[in-house]
Antibody, heavy 119, light 107 residues
């Protein structure tokens, strides 16, 4: 059973950079695409982007100027950085595996981690 | 961006009821449509991919249909564990967008 676990600070100051890591178990990050999806409290889901271990990335244009995703195959982890955060970036952040068949669907998810942007 | 809408936004139903949720895309997405179930405080769970393919381990009371712009998720006989919020997601073109959700609660 593939498992994903997000980790990172739960509180980030405005204008700073949000950094999260997703650790993958029972699957290699050197296969599949890996995604980040977020959900503001009480609201819907927003796809942030995905990446392949080769370095190929695909970001949501609404966030593209602030997003960087990377993968560390030696640790079987992938990461998200979101710069210049504001209160609007407060959300539960999920990492997920993106299986590309008829486009991407997200078949395995982490439990999610709440990141609050506040001074 | 492709906009996804869902109706209704919420519904109340009883155990045993047949429930249908509709999802509409702002442009044709052929069958590039996925459905998720989310319970409070939990990550979404994939139910159906490619509009009608039931994922492994998902009960057969769930079914999906549709193509083009209009899609439905049907629960043939609602069970207590099905009370949740349901989201559709288009996988036709990036950015991959989700519908706003349909909350199913107990009547």
């Amino acid at each position: 059973q593939v498992q994903l676990q997000e980790s990172g600070p739960g509180l980030v100051r405005p204008s700073e950079t949000l950094s999260l890591t997703c650790t993958v178990s029972d699957a290699s990050v050197s296969r599949y695409y890996w995604s980040w999806i977020r959900q503001p409290p009480g609201k819907g889901l927003e796809w942030i982007g995905d990446m392949y271990y080769s370095g190929s990335t695909n970001y949501n244009p609404s966030l593209k100027s602030r997003v960087t995703m990377s993968v560390d195959t030696s640790k079987n982890q992938f990461s998200l950085k979101l710069s210049s955060v504001t209160a609007a970036d407060t959300a539960v952040y999920y990492c997920a595996r993106a299986a590309y068949s008829y486009g991407p669907f997200f078949d395995y998810w982490g439990q999610g981690t709440l990141v609050t942007v506040s001074s | 961006d492709i906009q996804m809408t869902q109706s209704p936004s919420s519904l109340s139903a009883s155990v045993g009821d047949r429930v249908t949720i509709t999802c509409r895309a702002s442009q044709t997405i052929t069958n590039y449509l996925n459905w998720y179930q989310q319970k409070p405080g939990k990550a979404p769970k994939l139910l159906i991919s490619a509009a009608s393919t039931l994922r492994s381990g998902v009960p057969s009371r769930f079914s999906g249909s549709g193509s083009g712009t209009d899609f439905t998720l049907t629960i043939s006989s609602l069970q207590p564990e099905d009370f949740a919020t349901y989201y559709c997601q288009q996988s036709f073109s990036a950015p991959f967008t989700f519908g706003p959700g349909t909350k199913v609660d107990i009547k």
